[in-house]
């Protein structure tokens, strides 16, 4: 099921009539819209395609060796594959939303760690990369990757963890896991992948 819908103002729209570019909403960005086959009013539909997140802990062996973030159990939606080592296959050509949520820290260590997270597209980097520096012996930095990506079927997103060689060996991806009852765990990396769709009403 959809998770958000936004509703274009001014009522029908004639056939196959171009409506430009519009905002979704706060923080989205502008769309092309596509028109509908007959008049009538248009929602734009926000569909999560595929959810997914780990509660283990994710460290690289040692300083300049990447490590391939995971996000949790294998799945499969009619839109991606995902598999248990975060491979995550596009089944169905579009234009996608990924927001990738990532939580870096460490516990016990001394320095100042460089700490680096990257999207790959079919293994090639795509954009820039993340950098966060971690200087305290116990803490924990949440941050997202967030991106516009037009898939084709069989392209494969994945995502790569870093400690880089000018930093201390230690540090890396941490979950949160709480010890009251009723309450879920915090993921260690998570991504959320949506896709927007026009629709008569």
Known sequence: MPDTFFKILGGTDPVSQNLGDMT???GYPLRAVEPTTAGGSVNIIAETVLS????ADQTPTGLGVEL??????AQTTTEFDLTATGDIECLVADEYQVRGKFTVGRD????ESQIYVRALINGAQLGDSSHVIVDN????IPFDKE?????????ILTFEIIRDTDGDNSGGLT??????????PSPSARILITRFLAVQA
């Open 108 to 111: 016990g260590a001394a320095g």
């Open 24 to 26: 979704q909403g706060i």
């Open 68 to 73: 391939q973030v995971e996000f949790g159990a």
């Open 175 to 184: 979950a949160g896991n709480p010890d009251v009852p009723g309450w879920n």
């Open 52 to 55: 997914a997140g780990s509660i």
């Open 137 to 140: 012996s116990r803490i924990e």
């Open 147 to 155: 991106f516009t990506l037009a898939l084709s079927v069989g392209d």
